[in-house]
């Protein structure tokens, strides 16, 4: 399994760009596709993007089309997500996630097939 950190996050006015960072560690990101998903609060966890292992497949939820970008340097076993254009309704924790694919096609956007989990960074846009 990784271990993963989330660094990046912070307080930014509405129309402002953050860049998300997701170090992994404890073994290579090459096997796994990798996911970003945000959690306000009294809110559930949901899907923002994900990556595929070989950065072919790049979901993005309907929300944050046009706006995020999901990015990935196996070489750094670091995982990116650019947010441009903030909105206030983008304040969350935002968490990256893990997926073990033999396959190296999926991207998955369902919480639960996530394996490897970091504990978040927060991200807070101001009106």
């Known amino acids: 399994q990784v271990q993963l950190v989330e660094s990046g996050g912070g307080l930014v006015q509405a129309g402002g760009s953050l860049r998300l960072s997701c170090a992994a560690s404890?073994?290579?990101?090459?096997?796994?596709?990798m996911g970003w998903f945000r959690q306000a609060p009294g809110k559930e966890r949901e899907f923002v993007a994900a990556?595929?292992?070989?950065?072919?497949?790049?979901p993005l939820a309907d929300s944050v089309k046009g706006r995020f970008t999901i990015s990935r340097d196996s070489a750094k076993a670091t995982v990116y997500l650019q947010m441009n254009s903030l909105k206030p309704e983008d304040t969350a924790v935002y968490y990256c996630a893990a997926h073990f694919d033999p396959t190296g096609v999926v991207a998955e956007e369902r919480v639960d097939l996530y394996e490897n989990w970091g504990q978040g960074t927060q991200v807070t846009v101001s009106s």
């Open positions: 404890g073994g290579s990101i090459r096997r796994y596709a």
């Open positions: 990556i595929s292992r070989r950065e072919d497949y790049t």
